[in-house]
């Protein structure tokens, strides 16, 4: 992978050591013995959960097995055809197949590690100042809360091109999060434009890395039916002069090659069309899933982003000009910045993914936060291998928040396996920090209220106030007996 | 007598608030900040000043993220070469963000410093505020 970098990087490489967020850590914080602290990369302490190499360049999700499955599928299916049909069809019929094949190989590769190593337009999350600003706001908006259990609706409504589009308050990253853009749970951040987490890619796909996405589908779309059709051909040559059998056996790597692409074929190329469809219309998987401008809304629902024609929705997506990152992996951290709110650990180390204090401030808030923990992301991968990208759905999807009866004004599950989660969510909760909370009072309301799909957030800062935990537990018993 | 700021003496100066300007999406997705006059700034600067400073903010990150011919062309020919072309070369919305970084240095210099303000360039809190430092004025009868 090391050679294909410089195709894929937006940096020249100059060394590439492998350096996971987990392993390299020099010196441990907060040891008064070291004569210096050294200082670390933006990277080492950023609070997602993705992996970092090649010192901040390359940056994926977490789980990224299903990565190497594309690589290795990609690579031996076109390496099986280099090898044993193009030397046929070249001397037989053409070498322009072998360069065209190579060329399309070259292109897909380039635009899989562009799509996978990329920043896909992760938020920054917000500075202890902003979020203590924007609370301040809402506070302001929304009246002093009493000894109520309902937290306020931490909406904020804007009018965009004459459609009223809701913006929502990220718990985690502190933030209003801007329109399309969406917190992912896998990954844990907030991305710009997000469109849906693709484990086939190891990253999520959003504003930064939309257009490597789909030009990679779409020329292994190419690549898939090119590689069917030509080995179907050079099958068909070989039985003209031997026989079909004999054919097979002269080249059993074709039999290979054509299982891989038949059933490529099928959930790639409908993934391009579908893909086609969503960037003519200038609208996310996420929106077009949620149906959040689809006619049947409303009479007047439009999806207000669209610039009107297909064809300037299409320059848009794949010509129009691309932000850099906004998180500046390999800048350096300085001493007396700020560091953003709710950070988990202060050594650059594996961000402790089951922990997260969620400063509560001055509202004795249920922080209702969909916390997919180590636990529940192997069930996501499983249910992503049977199809494609399209259907894994949203990792987060933000449904609105007043559900009668129930005050979490914060994301709902609507995924299937919300159940299974929640229970290894408990289970790691009660594991890992005994001494935050007493146990009980996490255990009643995910087991009563898997009917409404929601997930309080169990996890609450240490240091937090005594009135403010009772509020809290008055508030869990209160959902309990909904 | 009023004393005023230079840009190094805010370094040493105490923290008396920080402002935050929002973003404004009525015009979309597009990085815009709101022009309205935050109500801690009134006894220090100008109104006009400031909504000035402002609107030059948004001019430029629109101009970063105009689409029109000169990004369709740069979109083209990354493409093409298979987007090496920017281990060479910087893309348009880059050299804006340079820009902006030396007309918010620029602004702080010549405005904001003597004031004894600071704004912090919004790509270092993630394009989502415009943040503005006040420091306490220590001055004697200051403005």
Same mark, same amino acid.
């Given at each position: 992978?090391?050679?294909?970098?410089?195709?894929?990087?937006?940096?020249?490489?100059?060394?590439?050591?492998?350096?996971?967020?987990?392993?390299?850590?020099?010196?441990?914080?907060?040891?008064?013995?070291?004569?210096?602290?050294?200082?670390?990369?933006?990277?080492?302490?950023?609070?997602?959960?993705?992996?970092?190499?090649?010192?901040?360049?390359?940056?994926?999700?977490?789980?990224?097995?299903?990565?190497?499955?594309?690589?290795?599928?990609?690579?031996?299916?076109?390496?099986?055809?280099?090898?044993?049909?193009?030397?046929?069809?070249?001397?037989?019929?053409?070498?322009?197949?072998?360069?065209?094949?190579?060329?399309?190989?070259?292109?897909?590769?380039?635009?899989?590690?562009?799509?996978?190593?990329?920043?896909?337009?992760?938020?920054?999350?917000?500075?202890?100042?902003?979020?203590?600003?924007?609370?301040?706001?809402?506070?302001?908006?929304?009246?002093?809360?009493?000894?109520?259990?309902?937290?306020?609706?931490?909406?904020?409504?804007?009018?965009?091109?004459?459609?009223?589009?809701?913006?929502?308050?990220?718990?985690?990253?502190?933030?209003?999060?801007?329109?399309?853009?969406?917190?992912?749970?896998?990954?844990?951040?907030?991305?710009?434009?997000?469109?849906?987490?693709?484990?086939?890619?190891?990253?999520?796909?959003?504003?930064?890395?939309?257009?490597?996405?789909?030009?990679?589908?779409?020329?292994?779309? =190419?690549? !898939?039916? /090119?590689?069917? *059709?030509?080995?179907?051909?050079?099958?068909?040559?070989?039985?003209? &002069?031997? %026989? @079909?059998?004999?054919?097979?056996?002269?080249?059993?790597?074709?039999?290979?090659?054509?299982?891989?692409?038949?059933?490529?074929?099928?959930?790639?190329?409908?993934?391009?069309?579908?893909?086609?469809?969503?960037?003519?219309?200038?609208?996310?998987?996420?929106?077009?899933?949620?149906?959040?401008?689809?006619?049947?809304?409303?009479?007047?629902?439009?999806?207000?982003?669209?610039?009107?024609? =297909?064809? !300037?929705? /299409?320059?848009? *997506?794949?010509?129009?000009?691309?932000?850099?990152?906004?998180?500046? &992996?390999? %800048? @350096?951290?300085?001493?007396?910045?700020?560091?953003?709110?709710?950070?988990?650990?202060?050594?650059?180390?594996?961000?402790?993914?089951?922990?997260?204090?969620?400063?509560?401030?001055?509202?004795?808030?249920?922080?209702?936060?969909?916390?997919?923990?180590?636990?529940?992301?192997?069930?996501?991968?499983?249910?992503?291998?049977?199809?494609?990208?399209?259907?894994?759905?949203?990792?987060?999807?933000?449904?609105?928040?007043?559900?009668?009866?129930?005050?979490?004004?914060?994301?709902?599950?609507?995924?299937?396996?919300?159940?299974?989660?929640?229970?290894?969510?408990?289970?790691?909760?009660?594991?890992?920090?005994?001494?935050?909370?007493?146990?009980?009072?996490?255990?009643?309301?995910?087991?009563?209220?898997?009917?409404?799909?929601?997930?309080?957030?169990?996890?609450?800062?240490?240091?937090?106030?005594?009135?403010?935990?009772?509020?809290?537990?008055?508030?869990?018993?209160?959902?309990?007996?909904? | 007598?009023?004393?005023?700021?230079?840009?190094?003496?805010?370094?040493?100066?105490?923290?008396?608030?920080?402002?935050?300007?929002?973003?404004?999406?009525?015009?979309?997705?597009?990085?815009?900040?709101?022009?309205?006059?935050?109500?801690?700034?009134?006894?220090?600067?100008?109104?006009?000043?400031?909504?000035?400073?402002?609107?030059?903010?948004?001019?430029?990150?629109?101009?970063?993220?105009?689409?029109?011919?000169?990004?369709?062309?740069?979109?083209?020919?990354?493409?093409?070469?298979?987007?090496?072309?920017?281990?060479?070369?910087?893309?348009?919305?880059?050299?804006?963000?340079?820009?902006?970084?030396?007309?918010?240095?620029?602004?702080?210099?010549?405005?904001?410093?003597?004031?004894?303000?600071?704004?912090?360039?919004?790509?270092?809190?993630?394009?989502?505020?415009?943040?503005?430092?006040?420091?306490?004025?220590?001055?004697?009868?200051?403005?």
């Amino acid at each position: 992978m090391t050679g294909n970098m410089h195709l894929g990087v937006e940096e020249p490489i100059r060394e590439c050591q492998y350096n996971q967020i987990c392993t390299h850590n020099s010196s441990p914080m907060g040891t008064p013995h070291t004569k210096k602290k050294k200082i670390k990369r933006k990277w080492q302490v950023f609070q997602g959960r993705n992996k970092f190499y090649c010192n901040g360049r390359i940056m994926m999700a977490k789980q990224t097995g299903v990565f190497y499955l594309t690589m290795v599928l990609i690579l031996v299916t076109s390496g099986l055809f280099f090898a044993f049909d193009c030397p046929f069809l070249a001397s037989n019929l053409t070498p322009a197949i072998p360069a065209i094949g190579g060329v399309l190989f070259i292109f897909v590769m380039g635009m899989l590690l562009r799509a996978s190593f990329s920043d896909p337009g992760v938020l920054p999350r917000a500075t202890p100042e902003e979020a203590a600003d924007i609370e301040r706001q809402i506070d302001t908006t929304n009246g002093p809360s009493g000894p109520g259990y309902r937290p306020p609706p931490r909406t904020r409504e804007v009018l965009i091109n004459g459609q009223t589009v809701k913006l929502k308050y990220c718990f985690t990253c502190k933030i209003f999060r801007p329109p399309r853009a969406s917190h992912c749970s896998l990954c844990d951040n907030c991305v710009e434009r997000f469109d849906h987490h693709c484990p086939w890619v190891g990253n999520c796909v959003g504003r930064r890395n939309y257009r490597f996405f789909y030009l990679f589908i779409l020329s292994l779309s =190419f690549l !898939t039916i /090119f590689i069917f *059709a030509f080995v179907i051909t050079h099958v068909i040559l070989r039985s003209n &002069r031997t %026989g @079909f059998l004999s054919a097979l056996k002269d080249s059993p790597a074709s039999v290979l090659e054509v299982v891989v692409c038949f059933f490529s074929v099928w959930s790639i190329v409908g993934l391009s069309g579908f893909h086609t469809y969503l960037i003519s219309s200038n609208q996310t998987t996420n929106e077009d899933i949620k149906g959040s401008w689809s006619s049947k809304r409303g009479k007047g629902n439009y999806n207000p982003y669209s610039y009107g024609n =297909f064809i !300037t929705n /299409f320059c848009a *997506a794949l010509c129009g000009p691309l932000p850099p990152s906004l998180i500046d &992996r390999r %800048g @350096f951290v300085q001493p007396d910045t700020p560091q953003p709110a709710a950070q988990t650990n202060g050594t650059g180390a594996c961000p402790s993914n089951q922990v997260q204090s969620h400063m509560a401030a001055t509202n004795p808030l249920l922080h209702s936060q969909t916390v997919i923990l180590g636990g529940g992301t192997p069930l996501q991968a499983k249910t992503s291998l049977g199809g494609p990208c399209s259907t894994l759905g949203p990792s987060q999807p933000s449904l609105p928040s007043s559900i009668p009866g129930l005050s979490c004004g914060g994301e709902l599950m609507a995924l299937r396996d919300s159940e299974i989660h929640c229970h290894h969510h408990l289970h790691h909760q009660h594991f890992i920090s005994p001494e935050e909370t007493p146990s009980p009072p996490a255990a009643l309301p995910c087991a009563t209220h898997l009917g409404h799909h929601v997930h309080p957030a169990q996890l609450f800062d240490p240091a937090s106030q005594d009135s403010l935990h009772e509020d809290s537990v008055r508030g869990l018993v209160k959902l309990s007996s909904v | 007598m009023a004393e005023t700021h230079s840009l190094q003496d805010l370094r040493q100066a105490a923290v008396a608030s920080k402002v935050f300007v929002q973003r404004d999406y009525t015009s979309g997705t597009i990085c815009k900040f709101q022009t309205k006059f935050p109500a801690e700034l009134e006894s220090r600067i100008d109104k006009q000043q400031f909504e000035e400073t402002i609107q030059t903010l948004n001019n430029l990150y629109a101009d970063a993220e105009k689409l029109g011919g000169r990004s369709y062309l740069e979109g083209c020919l990354a493409c093409l070469t298979a987007y090496t072309i920017f281990l060479c070369m910087e893309t348009h919305y880059e050299k804006v963000l340079k820009k902006i970084a030396k007309y918010i240095q620029e602004q702080n210099e010549k405005i904001y410093a003597p004031l004894g303000l600071l704004l912090t360039d919004p790509i270092e809190r993630g394009l989502r505020v415009v943040e503005i430092t006040i420091f306490e004025d220590r001055s004697i009868g200051s403005r």
